[in-house]
């Protein structure tokens, strides 16, 4: 268990935008960040996050809360790990007490298998530098390659030692289940025996943006003509390799600092060009770029160069994943090294400034990159060159901006001297075909549903009362401790004998006027979790005298923490007369606190009363042969209160 002291200096010292950072690249909106979601595949940012509050909010998955709750939703974080990230992150000693073995034992699977990673990974490092087979076959591989000390211990390089079940062995032997060595694929399980996935072979972690180890690659040093030269850990809960780019953790501050992100191919390649100095650079580990990597430098910046070797076959693979990244709307450049060169060899014999300038001045957009490549292989012949214009507007198509996509089309044009309205005609014809599929797609989906069901689904009224309570709420939040002179309206009888609202002012704090008219009219909120926040609130705001938000959330239940972001945020991203589209008319807040306290109350009131009204009529038509004077004389009266309140709200019944 971590100590209260720790976690109170966690919660002191980090900024929650320094740590979103680090995954989501942020813009400044006003006195806010914004970005795009980490959690949903959007295009317009609707992630927010608030420096001030220290809260956060995804609308377009509904998830928000604090900066722990930031890392127990993104990484999959407990709430101790959370804790423990926060620490390593702002260089906090972290007390702890200890844990009994009925608290370990509640770690659930996939917090299992992070153990297991994380003592593999620890292990295979303690391989290569202290034992004499790490040392003269792992170690002498690395540095052969030109890796420094330094480079290997940042990079957790490791090595497997060539026996067939000597890691195994020793997680059981330091109390790790067999269960969850075989579910990381860590050890192949076949009958009655158990043996190392990875014997023999050079260990490269795989880590998450935040550092932890969810599988690895391992690379054979024999001649094994049935061995694959190159490993990776097999799919599991934790890995999943379309989903990781190798090198992220140590790349991302970079790539959102100069953004713009090198993708090459291997492991190798990564590790060179941090090596030289080039740190904003990621890999796809060998696999097929996916959407889902694309998606995950998106979040850091908008503009991707794509390295690879002067082989055809690795050519043709990178303009492949050109087309995707277009697709999510990025901007993308191409890089190819000289003949019989690779981005590790070549980043490996040449300076920092050699390699920055030769990327800078090779770097193409990808439509003369493609053009030059392909014109090579149609040289002369018409009916290539034809193929090669269609499928460089092929490429365009995939452009979601229209802007860009134009200018791409007079580039082409230029390039490879054809009219541009013969261009423009063939990017109409390829996205109409692209448009006419997904209708048809979407044609297929709708009927699917209809099978499903054949009701239609009316659309949701605005709940007023649910709006009010929570506009409370937020009140309570952002000026519970706030004194404020009140112009409390007293029901009283004029000369005439009519019910009349005669004003009465006097000083109370905020959430004392909420309080107390809440209780004088015996008003109880009808949402249960906006039912919890309240009593929770009141008690702490009538305890505290100096209370503060960020400092509220970080001590309550994450359930109650993230309905109170929710509330907190909405306010960022709608502005107050919005609720005039509700019919729920609130002044803006230019007026005094003390007015728009009073303006939610009074519309409260005045929606309850409005309620009851109608109870009592629906009553009376129920029982109209009964005596019902006195109900009558009820709703006329009730009637009469809700003109009073309507015309101090300046409303019209």
């Known amino acids: 268990m971590i100590h209260k002291?720790?976690?109170?200096?966690?919660?002191?010292?980090?900024?929650?935008?320094?740590?979103?950072?680090?995954?989501?690249q942020?813009?400044?909106?006003?006195?806010?960040?914004?970005?795009?979601?980490?959690?949903?595949?959007?295009?317009?940012?609707?992630?927010?996050?608030?420096?001030?509050?220290?809260?956060?909010?995804?609308?377009?998955?509904?998830?928000?809360?604090?900066?722990?709750?930031?890392?127990?939703?993104?990484?999959?974080?407990?709430?101790?790990?959370?804790?423990?990230?926060?620490?390593?992150?702002?260089?906090?000693?972290?007390?702890?007490?200890a844990q009994t073995d009925e608290q370990k034992q509640q770690a659930d699977d996939r917090e299992s298998m992070f153990l297991v990673s994380e003592f593999a990974n620890t292990y295979f490092q303690n391989s290569l530098h202290k034992t004499e087979q790490g040392k003269a076959i792992g170690l002498s591989y690395f540095k052969e390659r030109g890796f420094t000390e330094e480079t290997i211990?940042?990079?957790?390089?490791?090595?497997?030692?060539?026996?067939?079940?000597?890691?195994?062995?020793?997680?059981?032997?330091?109390?790790?289940?067999?269960?969850?060595?075989?579910?990381?694929?860590?050890?192949?399980?076949?009958?009655?025996?158990?043996?190392?996935?990875?014997?023999?072979?050079?260990?490269?972690?795989?880590?998450?943006?935040?550092?932890?180890?969810?599988?690895?690659?391992?690379?054979?040093?024999?001649?094994?003509?049935?061995?694959?030269k190159y490993l990776n850990s097999p799919e599991s809960d934790i890995y999943h390799k379309s989903k990781v780019l190798?090198?992220?953790?140590?790349?991302?501050?970079?790539?959102?600092?100069?953004?713009?992100?090198?993708?090459?191919?291997?492991?190798?390649?990564?590790?060179?060009?941090?090596?030289?100095?080039?740190?904003?650079?990621?890999?796809?580990?060998?696999?097929?770029?996916?959407?889902?990597?694309?998606?995950l430098i998106s979040r850091l910046t908008k503009n991707v160069t794509v390295l690879f070797d002067s082989d055809a076959a690795g050519m043709r693979a990178s303009i492949r994943g050109i087309d995707l990244i277009l697709e999510q709307g990025m901007n993308v450049k191409v890089c190819s090294f000289p003949e019989g060169e690779d981005p590790d060899s070549f980043a490996k014999e040449n300076t920092l400034a050699e390699l920055t300038l030769y990327l800078e001045e090779n770097a193409q957009d990808f439509i003369s990159f493609k053009a030059s490549l392909l014109q090579k292989e149609s040289k002369n012949d018409?009916?290539?060159?034809?193929?090669?214009?269609?499928?460089?507007?092929?490429?365009?198509a995939k452009i979601p901006d229209v802007i860009k996509r134009e200018i791409y089309v007079r580039e082409c044009s230029r390039i490879m001297d054809i009219s541009e309205e013969v261009l423009f005609n063939t990017l109409a014809q390829i996205r109409s075909a692209d448009t006419k599929e997904q209708r048809k797609q979407q044609k297929q989906e709708k009927k699917a549903l209809e099978v499903v069901s054949t009701n239609t689904v009316a659309t949701p009224k605005v709940d007023e009362q649910y709006e009010l309570e929570r506009k409370i709420i937020e009140i309570l939040l952002l000026y519970g401790q706030r004194e404020e002179e009140f112009e409390d309206l007293v029901l009283k009888e004029n000369d005439e004998g009519e019910l009349v609202l005669e004003p009465e002012i006097h000083t109370t704090k905020v959430f004392e006027k909420i309080y107390l008219d809440l209780q004088e009219d015996e008003i109880e909120f009808t949402n249960d979790s906006f039912k919890d926040i309240y009593s929770v609130l009141i008690e702490k705001l009538q305890q505290d005298e100096d209370f503060k938000v960020d400092s509220?959330?970080?001590?309550?239940?994450?359930?109650?923490?993230?309905?109170?972001?929710?509330?907190?945020?909405?306010?960022?991203?709608?502005?107050?007369?919005?609720?005039?589209?509700?019919?729920?008319?609130?002044?803006?807040?230019?007026?005094?606190?003390?007015?728009?306290?009073?303006?939610?109350?009074?519309?409260?009131?005045?929606?309850?009363?409005?309620?009851?009204?109608?109870?009592?009529?629906?009553?009376?038509?129920?029982?109209?042969?009964?005596?019902?004077?006195?109900?009558?004389?009820?709703i006329m009266d009730y009637l009469s209160l809700k003109k009073i309140l309507s015309e101090k709200l300046n409303r019209v019944v």
């Open 153 to 228: 211990k940042k990079f957790g390089l490791g090595y497997s030692p060539d026996t067939w079940d000597a890691f195994t062995a020793t997680a059981i032997k330091k109390g790790y289940q067999l269960e969850y060595l075989e579910k990381t694929g860590l050890t192949i399980v076949k009958e009655e025996k158990q043996f190392d996935r990875f014997k023999g072979r050079v260990m490269f972690p795989i880590q998450s943006m935040s550092g932890r180890v969810l599988g690895f690659g391992g690379r054979i040093l024999t001649n094994e003509k049935k061995a694959a």
């Open 382 to 396: 018409p009916i290539k060159k034809a193929e090669l214009i269609r499928d460089m507007v092929t490429s365009i």
């Open 246 to 295: 190798y090198g992220i953790y140590h790349a991302k501050q970079s790539i959102a600092k100069e953004d713009n992100c090198f993708l090459v191919e291997g492991y190798t390649d990564v590790i060179q060009f941090h090596q030289t100095g080039v740190h904003n650079v990621v890999s796809s580990s060998g696999t097929a770029l996916t959407p889902d990597q694309i998606r």
């Open 552 to 634: 509220f959330i970080h001590h309550i239940s994450p359930e109650i923490a993230s309905e109170i972001t929710a509330i907190l945020m909405n306010e960022e991203r709608y502005a107050l007369h919005r609720w005039h589209d509700k019919e729920i008319h609130v002044k803006q807040k230019e007026y005094t606190i003390s007015q728009y306290v009073s303006d939610i109350i009074l519309n409260l009131r005045r929606f309850l009363i409005a309620q009851k009204v109608e109870e009592l009529s629906q009553d009376v038509k129920a029982h109209q042969t009964d005596d019902h004077q006195e109900s009558i004389q009820d």
């Open 26 to 97: 942020l813009k400044k909106a006003g006195s806010n960040f914004k970005g795009l979601s980490p959690f949903s595949d959007e295009k317009t940012p609707s992630f927010m996050v608030s420096p001030v509050k220290q809260i956060w909010k995804d609308f377009s998955s509904g998830k928000g809360g604090n900066v722990v709750a930031f890392l127990m939703e993104h990484e999959h974080f407990t709430y101790p790990e959370a804790i423990k990230y926060l620490a390593k992150k702002y260089n906090i000693e972290i007390e702890e007490t």
């Open 5 to 24: 002291s720790t976690i109170d200096a966690v919660f002191d010292t980090a900024r929650l935008e320094e740590v979103i950072g680090d995954f989501v």
